[in-house]
């Protein structure tokens, strides 16, 4: 039944250092928050949404997102993006994290998060190029 309620998929797609991401998918946290909002049993509130990167690939649940730690590692806010056309959405200009001061690992995936640190995954997905 779950999968049922993937109707309201959004694929997100963001630039690292030049490098696009693959299609993606939305968090279990947000396609509730988007099914109560539709169907009339909550509102949802527009979040400030700030990128994450990750060395390993994080599921619907959040579960398994590994973000670097330290070396200058710190979430990106971000705030331009393009309409959405065909279930996807795109950043409008380049998405710039810091230097990194020492190795964050990997880099394979990314997440979209409501909040600087902890706060919901919003949505996920894989790098085209790992870096």
Known sequence: MKKFFRVLIVTMFVVFAAVTAQAGSISDYLE????????????????????????????????????PSGNGYARVA???????ASRAIDNNGTITFPQATGSWGTITHYAIFDAATAGNMLAHGSLTDSK
């Open 78 to 84: 971000h705030s331009s993006w393009n309409t959405a």
């Open 32 to 67: 509730n928050e988007l099914l109560d909002h539709v169907f009339g049993n909550g509102t949802y509130t527009v979040p400030s949404i700030y990128i994450a990167l990750s060395t390993a690939d994080p599921t619907d649940d959040a579960s398994g997102l590994a973000e």
